[in-house]
């Protein structure tokens, strides 16, 4: 975090853009509002909603003489015409020139998945956040985990719009439809209670008869009454990166603005957190040897251009990887079978593609340099991979 002079008063004003009914940005807010004290600066607020655009928002706030812009939750189909830097807190949006701080909302809903995978669940239904901010990638990661696990024809979606009411309407289609899943993933915790709250009024036990996971962990998520298994945003941290990133635009710290090459500002997304709480547990009647079973449908793939001590090592640690990796696959064919080798793997592939569009692997561990391991890990989720790995200096 910049550390700012405040001995000459306040020296910025830098505006943000939220609404108002979500929780979550409002708790954004309130960190943005401490990590601003720590370097100076002064914030306007400006809500957007039915009846005012992000668009028009920001062009009052630009109008106000802001230095800088944060816009929390960016919309695809966003435009924001205006000299004044923006930075926005979510999901990437190609379209917009702004340096993005976020979640990696694929791993968030991946873990979520994952969790309930491991509990023994296969019939998993998610309930999607319609056009709303990072609603894409949390689809993308529910779907990347059931195709690793074997469950691609299990996948099931409702659609959510990040409100109580979508989460007790979607529960309400899936009584009256009357072939219950055994765990539903949401893809935020405003759906997850009003789901959950529907389910309890109509004899349906959580977890009991139907796990749930939540996404991203308000502050109310722990009581007893709620007590929702959920994925926790860094709310803090992404406050303190949002400001960061307003101080590099506007020459307040020695870092140039960095975007990363993904849109991320910084080069990398935080990482989100799996809360276990009391809306999950295994299926009624799950007997312990068919979740083992589960979990040994995965396939690995390696995907690397060197294999030394440390990466055999870091393959060989317990929850690396969930079972042995089975293909390798290199820049060029002679090193992949010089590292197929040295792990005792059968087959190996001289294109990293070859191994991303194989349709046996269900997992792929990259240990690339840098650049190299964003861009490919970008290309094996969109291929509905399950993604592991650890960057090569």
Known sequence: MVQGDKSGGYQRLVGVVFGASSPFEADLVAELYAAADLVGYRLSLALHGAKRTRTRAVADLADQGCAAIVVVGAEHGDRFVCDVPIVVVGERIPDLIAVTVGTDEWRGAQMAVQHLIDLGHTAIVHIEGGDHPCAAERLRGYLGAMTAAGFRDECRTLVGDYTEEAGALAAERLLAEGNLPTAVFLAN???????????????????????????????????????????????????????????????????????????????????????????????????????????????????ADTCDDALVRELGTPGVVSGPIEVVASASTAVAWEIADRLGILVSYGLYEDLIDDPEIDAIYIALPVDAQEVWTIKAREAGKLVRGVAID
């Open 189 to 303: 915790d405003r759906m997850a209670v009003g789901f959950i709250d529907v389910m309890r009024h109509n004899g349906i036990r959580v977890p009991d008869d139907l796990s749930v996971v939540g996404y991203d962990d308000g502050p109310h998520m722990v009581l007893g009454h709620v007590n929702l298994t959920t994925i926790r945003q860094d709310v803090a941290g992404l406050g303190n990166a949002a400001v960061d990133a307003v101080a590099s635009l506007v020459g307040d710290s020695g870092r140039p603005p960095n975007t990363g090459g993904l849109g991320f500002y910084g080069a990398i997304a935080l990482e989100p957190e799996l809360m276990v709480r009391g809306t999950t547990a295994s299926p009624a009647g799950m007997d312990p040897d068919l979740v083992d079973a589960g979990r040994e449908r995965v396939r690995w793939g390696l995907l």
